[in-house]
């Protein structure tokens, strides 16, 4: 148990600069920004310069002056700036840093929020959750969820309520094993895809909210589903068979009552759940075409989802009607996936029950091994079937090419010639620029709304069309060469080059702007250009970056499966959890939690059993908003009931203590889905596939749809584990 220490304490200036930081840092989480930095610009040339010496960068284009100058005319900019993120890596850790330079933080608070100290081991926890979250994550990416949600499906068939009763009931049933990290990774892009070709579903807002919520109830169930659970677990010593056994009421009672509020209360509007729902259908074509994995890189060809320049809108619902009547499962990757997560689970719930004690061995031994198993199983397939992936790719990647070149023509093209290319079926002709075009620049747009490729005129007249036609077929040369390249800078040169100034002429050969993305496919091709010929590899230098992605690339073609699990691996969850757990034993070392322990135990000598159930889960979910995610409040409100148990010297009821801690397992989880994304690290997830899935949910809309959700569920939660505890706990004191 944790040394109590005298509250009086917080009166030093360290202790009140130990909780303004808290605070501040808690707010950064919520809502993070970029800091604007000033870097003198020789110093910050000499550092690339020493970057391409070493071939670390490609060259940059040293003949544009864009980014020195601010516009023609002006003195060149003598500052760089560059965008520090605060966010909930950079801001925790930055004020551990800041504390320690100050010494109000030491050895002390640095090992017991690392190594461990009161029954909670951070590193055992955060070895326990990345090393099973990779076996779910590789059942999901082997298409099992998909392939079951399609089957759901199947089975709702076209009937609105009914479907929506299954996809609740499935994702429920599935979160409760797996957790809800794969959940939200592939029910939240099938729901996304399914609500895009629906013809009578206006908004897919049920849906997704709906789903997000269950999952997050259903991952209060087991103590692997959430690391919350595994906190709180370990903080007093409960078995996993325990808290299953006091947990699997409260939630399964949520689940079943929450589901008719749904349906005819918070989104009881046809619109968003239609009696009858008309979908798309898939022609005869293309249900016989074999799924396609979509794990491998540009898998589809041309018919890219992150793409949003397609022309043709119904080309952007045929990606998401594949992928739900279509979809992809690796029958012998899911059935040895389930194999393994089974018997992980079950030996984990057998050595924990077994065990005199909860920490007598760390749970990472079971999942460590099981994910190395699951992890050699994904090495090997992709190793075995390397030439098939490593063709699919390579044509998707050729495809996905000539669909960008024909999408960067159709773009740039005036109306007038696009009718006579149409009409003609001329692929030669070489259309204008439009009249309201600057001369001067010419920007072309590339992929996911960055510059792909950038024309410069350094003409004060508009050159003839005739004479930038090398120009162009450099840059479909380009495109063709590498898929990833970002610009291409070239001079348009004219038939006089008399009448070019002689910084014209130094300009005149096309120069790269940035390091390609795929390595040395285009090493030994050379480009004719103006009778003069250039080699690609003048264009493309091999860095060390260059290498890198090259190596990356290798490894998504050669083995799908195990790069996309490491890929959606939650890492930024540990640099996150360590120095949430190092601000939180700083409030601890100079008294702040016991405080906040003392508040604590006054509400409940006031409000007695119900009013700590109450107390805790209003306070639990409300702080998953406001102090570092609901893993931040699992390990403050972990610590302040620690510090009640030594203040009131093991002098609480056996049904207070226990239906305190459990209504911080129910907030904790719950509060996931309340009034902020960044409640969770499943919350900033859930944000990001649907925003590349072209589904935008705003801050406002996400606390306003959530409310009532929330509100409904924690009132149901906890009134049925007051019914519990009153039930099965004695109001005798509790004992260690």
Known sequence: MAESRDPAQISDWKSIVTL???????????????????????????????????????????????????????????????????????????????????????????????????NISPIDIMAFFITLAYIAISI?????????????LQWGGEVGHKLFFYLYAFFFILGSFI??????LSGTAFLAYMTRVSKNINHPKAWIYSQFAVANIASAILVSSNPTNLVLAGAFNIKFIHYTANMIVPVVITAILLFPFL?????????????????????????????VNPNIPYARGQIDD???????????????????????????????GAVVMAATLITLLSINAASSDSGEHPVFWVTLPAAFVMFCWDIGFGWYHREETREIARKGRQQAKQARLERIRLQNTPREVTNQLEKQGNANIRPQPDEGTNPHLLRIQGINGEDGILLENLNTERAPYTQAKPTLALIEDRIENDLDARTLRASDQTS????????????????????????????????????????????????????????????QDTFPTAAAVMAHLPFALVPFAFTMFILVQALV?????????????????????????????????????????????????????????????????DRTFWGTVYSMALGVNYGAFSSAFSASLAGLLWRDILGRKHIHVKRVEFARVNFP?????????????IAEVYIIRHNTPYKT
């Open 589 to 653: 070392t100079k008294g702040w939690v016991q405080l906040f322990a003392k508040g604590w135990d006054h509400w409940v000598r006031k409000t007695g059993t119900a009013g700590s159930i109450g107390g805790m889960g209003f306070l639990s979910v409300c702080l998953c908003n406001f102090a570092g995610t609901n893993i931040g409040t699992t390990i403050l409100l972990s610590r302040v009931i620690q510090e009640w148990q030594v203040l009131r010297n093991g002098n609480i009821s």
């Open 263 to 291: 349906l005819y209360i918070v989104f009881a509007n046809e619109s968003l759940i239609p009696a009858s729902i008309e979908m798309e259908t898939l022609s005869e074509e293309e249900k016989a075409k074999t799924p």
């Open 140 to 152: 999901d990416a082997s298409g099992l969820i998909r392939w079951l949600a399609f089957k759901v």
């Open 306 to 336: 992150h793409d949003t320049t397609l022309p043709n809108g119904e080309q952007l619902k045929l990606l998401p009607l594949e992928e739900i009547m279509n979809p992809f499962l690796d029958k012998g990757g899911a059935t040895f």
């Open 20 to 118: 303004i930081v808290f605070v501040i840092t808690n707010i950064i989480v919520l809502f993070p920004f970029h800091i604007p930095v000033y870097v003198p610009k020789k110093p910050s040339d000499a550092f690339l310069q020493s970057l391409v010496a070493l071939r670390v960068i490609a060259p940059r284009d040293n003949g544009s002056h864009s980014d020195t100058c601010i516009a023609d005319g002006q003195k060149p900019r003598r500052f760089v700036l560059l965008q520090l993120p605060m966010n909930f890596i950079t801001a925790p850790l930055i004020a551990d840093l800041f504390l320690l330079a100050i010494g109000a933080i030491g050895r002390t608070e640095i090992h017991d929020g690392t190594i461990g100290a009161n």
């Open 709 to 721: 959700i929330i509100a409904i569920s924690m009132a149901v939660g906890c009134t049925a584990l």
């Open 179 to 184: 957790g809800n990290d794969p959940i939200i």
């Open 496 to 555: 006089e080059p008399s009448h070019h100034s002689e910084r014209d002429n130094t300009n005149s050969e096309p120069v790269p702007t940035s390091s390609p993305r795929s390595g040395n496919d285009n090493v030994g091709q050379t480009h004719d250009i103006e009778g003069k010929t250039i080699s690609a590899d003048d264009i493309a230098p091999t860095t060390l970056v260059s290498l890198i992605e090259h190596s990356y690339t290798w490894l």
